[in-house]
């Protein structure tokens, strides 16, 4: 079978499909509001609205219901449901906010979770109520948006419970709020029920719950309501496939895998671009230095005439120093002794003159 779950996004598909989506939790979900809801179907003319590949349409006609429309918006969707249609169920394109039906038609009306996949909810209300027999039942689902993984690309108002039940409130007199939850389960059972599976019920079960939810803490809240007394309804229990609690922490071991190398990838590249910092400040301090290079060179040009220069006085110093060596040589030796009076008597002769 082709995928037929409708528009796919960030992985999430739109519709469920039983053949192509296992025995876990979420076909759990799907396929636990079918059989609860098939206890109202025996000897009803029966709406499901928003059905889908039509699994459910098919499992309220195999409970009895006199006849079964399904309708969907979807028109690859219907053409594979009437391929596998069950007697008694007619399948047809249609819009859930504009129902092609007459006036109080159908004794149940089933819708779920479809509600929170269309824009206007108010107009899908008023259609169900419209189509909906006196004294028929209408049973509907929201995903409860304060317990819903939240995300779904596809939903656009999801319901909490006082907002569901005064919606249909506002529609029909009589609303009966109904709670959906996942629970892990242990079960013993005998060998002919242990190894039998399709949704056929279990007679003389017990069961008890280690854990409670207050009402609001469910997953997805169901409704039954009618303008006339409602009936009194069987707790519905779905059981999943046995391996799914090891799947669950396989895929969690996993995550967790890919958290770690992501982590040490983190780590790698806050590394590099430490380093890369540091390179960008060395960079920066040489191309300070490098623009510094002209003055140096002038700096260097001026030190090395200043050099010269100084070389150049060391040789007049060293020449006056010799100079001033000599002067002291002939002023110390014996002739400048001896001629000393003749000097004296120049200079007196030159002052005289």
Not at 12 to 19: A, H, L
Not at 275 to 296: F, G, Q, V, W
Request: proline letters at 5%; a negative charge.
């Amino acid at each position: 079978m082709s995928d037929l779950s409708g528009t796919s996004a960030d992985g999430i598909p739109e519709r469920f499909i039983p053949d192509q989506m296992g025995e876990g939790v979420v076909a759990a979900e799907h396929l636990c509001r079918y059989w609860w809801a098939a206890q109202f179907a025996p000897g009803r003319r029966v709406l499901d609205a928003g059905c889908g590949i039509g699994y459910g349409s098919n499992m309220l006609a195999e409970a009895g219901a006199a006849e079964v429309h399904g309708v969907d918006i979807a028109e690859p969707v219907i053409e594979a449901a009437g391929q596998a249609a069950a007697p008694g169920v007619a399948f047809s394109v249609g819009d859930v906010a504009a129902l092609d039906f007459g006036a109080e038609l159908f004794d149940l009306v089933v819708c779920f979770e479809v509600i929170e996949h269309v824009e206007d909810t108010g107009a899908v209300l008023d259609e169900l109520a419209r189509v909906l027999a006196p004294g028929g039942l209408l049973l509907i689902s929201s995903p409860n948006r304060d317990r819903y993984v939240p995300g779904n690309p596809h939903h656009r108002q999801e319901f909490l419970p006082g907002e569901l039940k005064t919606a249909l409130g506002s529609r029909l007199a009589q609303v009966r709020l109904f709670r959906q939850s996942d629970w892990l389960a242990s079960a013993i059972l005998e060998d002919d029920v242990f190894a039998g599976s399709g949704g056929a019920p279990m007679a003389n079960v017990e069961v008890r719950k280690l854990v409670g939810h207050e009402p609001g803490a469910e997953t997805y809240t169901l409704a039954l309501a009618s303008d006339g007394d409602l009936p009194a309804s069987v707790t519905a229990l779905t059981l999943t496939h046995t391996m799914e609690l090891r799947e669950w922490m396989e895929q969690f071991q996993a995550q967790n895998r890919a958290f770690r190398e992501q982590a040490d990838e983190l780590t790698q590249l806050q590394t590099l671009d430490r380093e890369r910092h540091e390179l960008r400040l060395r960079l920066e301090h040489a191309e300070k230095e490098l623009a510094r290079i002209p003055d140096l060179e002038i700096a260097a040009r001026r030190a090395e005439a200043l050099e010269q220069r100084l070389q150049s006085l060391e040789g007049v110093q060293q020449r006056l120093e010799a100079v001033n060596q000599a002067l002291e040589d002939v002023m110390g030796s014996p002739s400048w002794r001896i001629t000393a009076p003749l000097r004296k008597a120049k200079a007196f002769l030159n002052r005289s003159g």
